[in-house]
């Protein structure tokens, strides 16, 4: 099982959608989750972290299931400019430190 | 704009040639990190540096050959390198180390093996 796993996609929505990705982990012992976006042909940008509360940030919107071991990114009012790929962040305690380890990434396009 | 600026954006070299890829970041950070992004797998940790000292090398190939020479420089030197190689390699640099997980990415080298 991957460390870390999230539906590839694309999924394609219209503009004002919302949209919702999953992200499961496999260690129980993972500390702290985030999601990066990543637009085509460019580097990865952290979007936001992901809190056991739950966390807000505009229309973006990041929840954590600790039971269940997923976090989850939603999306509302979805604009063109959200297309990309979102990236699933876990870190984790390892005998060399804090380790990040990345999801495959999951592929939004919004369209008109 | 990045303040992790990387140097080529993009490398085409034969197997048996020998090149360098080049990372600066003018953010002040003290870790410096290498990645490689393959199309469809997730980014891979290649090596980490601490105050340019290696902390982590994750399993690579000796044929990649990393250099911190200071906190703001990281080198990933290559040479014999294989087409399955073929891949973008990704700089980035963090603060406080391995304990911060705010990574900054540069713009990346997209290297093609022949």
């Known amino acids: 099982r991957k460390e870390v796993e999230q539906d590839p996609g694309p999924f394609n929505v219209p503009e004002g959608a919302t949209v919702a990705f999953n992200c499961t982990y496999s260690n129980s012992a993972s500390q702290s989750f985030f999601w990066y976006r990543q637009d085509c042909r460019k580097e990865p940008k952290l979007l936001m972290s992901v809190y056991s509360s739950g966390n807000e940030d505009g229309r973006f919107t990041a929840q954590l299931n600790r039971a269940s071991q997923y976090i989850s990114l939603l999306i509302r009012d979805s604009k063109l400019s959200d297309s990309a790929t979102y990236l699933c962040v876990v870190k984790k305690l390892t005998g060399g430190g804090n380790k990040l380890t990345f999801g495959t990434g999951t592929q939004l396009k919004v369209e008109l | ?114």
């Open chain 2, 1 to 114: 704009e990045t303040g992790v600026t990387q140097t080529p954006r993009h490398l085409v070299m034969g197997m048996t040639n020998k090149k360098s890829l080049k990372c600066e970041q003018h953010l002040g950070h003290n870790a410096m990190y290498w990645y490689k992004q393959s199309a469809k797998k997730p980014l891979e940790l290649m090596f980490v540096y601490n105050f340019k000292e290696q902390t982590e090398n994750n399993s690579v190939p000796s044929r990649f050959s990393p250099e911190c020479p200071n906190s703001s420089h990281l080198f990933l030197h290559l040479h014999t390198l294989q087409p399955e190689d073929s891949a973008l390699y990704l700089c980035a640099s963090s603060n406080g180390g391995l304990n911060n997980e705010k990574l900054f990415f540069g713009s990346g080298t997209q290297l093609s093996v022949l």
